[in-house]
């Protein structure tokens, strides 16, 4: 089988960012496999119509059910809300197909362990696509060669701003029937799958949470402090309600022997200072992309993501990060808010 037939769910945000990258993944890589893209599944027929032909899709549908029945799909990737992840992604591999799913994987621990034991048999992805980011991936290279020694501390943030404006449409990420919580499982999911990733598993968690909205049933904030089990301690803090702030994703390490420093905003870049006494602090500019120097942005972690997921299906591998990273970082949730993601 040297082409897989794509079928996408979901043509919002996240449906464009994955458009993108089966559109330009063989662009930029020499893949291990033809990517058709098949069919684009969504709501709204005018929408999806006007979407499929923006990015070129083959074919339109609005019976997810349909879909994941056709003998001509090889992978069915779910872009869709939270909520839906785990009924489409169990159908899905149950019929034998690749899935691949947005972050977070499910809404709920038993979803998520669910989803795990049903896709055993399929290949399975999680799309959390910041791993792939360069700085990143150098990150975990440094962490391997051992330039940041015994790690002391792990800090993270995921923080945005729009929750403060009440002007703004209400969106499903506010309706816990639809989302399944609030901003840890939005936001601090990526924070947990680069802490796990980078700096192995937590062992203690005490955390507080917070909805500022009136009326509103899911967390606008959450804050944890985290013990790992290679004893290091550190602090994650996640929130829809920090004003100044758009989109930061921040996470710093810092060991015996140095400090390692990634913030999207600054995204080509990774910080590096030596625990030397010197106070210097370097900026590291991974490529991967283009030439060195010449910056990559947020669409080429999702392109990434795809090549890494094609590259291990090739070579029979799990696909990285799956399934079982999916639930370890639910497993996390669940305990920073007890309840809601459970
Ligand atoms: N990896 C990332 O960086 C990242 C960024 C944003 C969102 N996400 C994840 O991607 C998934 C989709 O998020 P998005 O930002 O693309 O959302 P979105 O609102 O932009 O798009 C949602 C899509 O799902 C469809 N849909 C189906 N049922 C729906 C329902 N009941 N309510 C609302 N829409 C419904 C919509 O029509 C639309 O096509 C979520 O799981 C989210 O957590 C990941």
Not at 105 to 122: H, I, K, Y
Request: include cysteine; charged fraction near 20%.
């Amino acid at each position: 089988m040297n082409k897989l037939r794509v079928a996408l769910l979901g043509a919002g945000f996240m449906g464009r960012a994955h458009s993108n990258a089966y559109r330009q993944a063989p662009f930029f890589f020499k893949l291990p496999y033809e990517l058709e893209m098949a069919v684009l599944c969504g709501r709204d027929l005018a929408k999806l119509q006007a979407a499929a032909a923006q990015w070129g899709w083959r074919e339109v549908s609005t019976d997810w059910r349909a879909v994941i029945a056709r003998p001509d799909i090889d992978i069915v990737d779910i872009a869709l809300p939270n909520a839906r992840h785990a009924e489409i992604a169990i159908a899905a591999a149950q019929a034998g197909k690749i899935v691949l799913v947005e972050k977070p994987l499910a809404v709920s621990l038993a979803d998520a362990e669910r989803m795990v034991l049903t896709a055993a048999g399929v290949p399975n992805g999680v799309w959390f696509n910041y791993r792939q980011a360069p700085a990143v991936q150098l990150a975990r290279k440094m962490i391997d060669e051992g330039l940041v020694g015994r790690v002391y501390h792990f800090r993270a943030q995921y923080l945005q701003e729009w929750g403060i404006d009440s002007s703004r449409p209400a969106s499903w990420k506010t309706d816990r029937a639809i989302a399944g919580g609030g901003v840890a499982l939005d936001l601090m999911s990526h924070s947990i799958d680069a802490a796990l990733w980078l700096n192995g598993p937590i062992a203690e968690i005490r955390s507080l949470h917070a909805t500022f909205a009136p009326g509103r049933d899911v967390d606008d904030a959450a804050a944890a402090a985290v013990r790992f089990a290679n004893g290091s301690i550190g602090t994650l803090e996640a929130s829809r309600y920090a004003t100044g702030y758009r989109n930061r994703n921040f996470f710093e390490i810092q060991g015996s022997k140095g400090m390692l420093r990634f913030d999207l905003e600054d995204f080509n870049a990774l910080t590096y200072a030596e625990s030397d006494g010197s106070g210097i602090r370097r900026r590291i500019a991974p490529t991967e992309f283009w030439k060195p120097g010449h910056p990559a942005g947020y669409e080429h972690t999702f392109i990434a993501t795809l090549r890494q997921f094609l590259i291990a299906l090739k070579k029979g591998d799990p696909l990285s990060p799956g399934f079982g990273d999916g639930l370890e970082a639910q497993r996390v949730l669940d305990r920073i808010i007890p309840g809601d993601a459970s």
